[in-house]
């Protein structure tokens, strides 16, 4: 089945670096991508969604200075959160789907410790 | 907009025994699809079932099914013969069937197998 990469699956960095996260997929191409977070026992609120070749659509009240988005490939999406603060650390997952009337296929996400 | 309303935070079920998660949501959208996730302790998100509204058909995925009902816009999922792998966070979603394939979640259901 298909599958999708997401590292690291957890990392812990300073207040005030940046951190990038990477979602790929491994058997298949996305030309879309999503990019979820959620907080401890709450559901996945979506902030935003990557676009091979083209500018990512994020939702309302998701900054995107803070949160860069690149698709630069079939296979490759990143999000890097820019001058991370403890309120940024959260778990944050991925998503990607094959084709039109193809479910969406999950990263295993990854955990954000901003200290 | 879409919402999802899982109206159940947590429920518990004795190993081997049902359980009907409910979920209900509010769309415009003729076409559409529905999804139940779960979501396990390892915060994998898994795909457990998948309803088109053009089907009137319940979808079954062998111990998990659901109870669609368009008109009263509600969709529940049945686990039978609960297992202890089944302990896990529950998520209902939504997607239109044309557009962007956002998924709308619920805020989750904990369900916890007792043995």
């Known amino acids: 089945g298909a599958v999708v990469s997401q590292h690291p699956s957890w990392v812990i960095c300073k207040s005030g670096t940046s951190v990038k996260i990477e979602c790929r997929s491994l058997?298949?191409?996305?030309?879309?991508m999503f990019w979820y977070r959620q907080f401890p026992k709450q559901s996945l609120m979506l902030m935003a969604t990557?676009?091979?070749?083209?500018?990512?659509?994020?939702e309302q009240g998701v900054e995107k200075d803070k949160f860069l988005i690149n698709h630069a490939s079939l296979t490759l999406s990143t999000l890097t959160v820019t001058s991370a603060h403890p309120e940024d650390s959260s778990f944050y997952i991925c998503?990607?789907?094959?084709?039109?009337?193809?479910?969406?296929?999950f990263g295993n996400g990854t955990r954000l410790t901003v200290t | 907009a879409q919402t999802v309303t899982q109206s159940q935070p947590e429920m518990s079920v004795q190993e081997a025994e049902t359980v009907t998660l409910s979920c209900t949501y509010d769309?415009?959208?003729?076409?559409?699809?529905l999804f139940w996730y779960k979501q396990p302790p390892s915060r994998q998100m898994i795909l457990v079932i998948r309803?088109?509204?053009?089907?009137?058909q319940n979808a079954t995925e062998n111990r998990f099914s659901v109870n669609f009902q368009k008109a009263a816009k509600s969709f529940s999922l049945k686990i039978s013969d609960s297992q202890l792998g089944d302990t896990a966070m529950y998520f209902c979603?939504?997607?239109?069937?044309?557009?962007?394939?956002?998924?709308?979640f619920g805020a989750g259901t904990t369900v916890t197998v007792r043995a």
């Open positions: 990557s676009n091979e070749g083209s500018k990512a659509t994020y």
């Open positions: 979603a939504f997607m239109k069937e044309d557009g962007d394939y956002k998924l709308s």
């Open positions: 998503s990607a789907r094959e084709g039109r009337r193809s479910p969406l296929h």
């Open positions: 309803q088109e509204a053009y089907k009137q």
């Open positions: 769309t415009s959208e003729s076409n559409y699809y």
């Open positions: 058997d298949f191409q996305a030309t879309t």
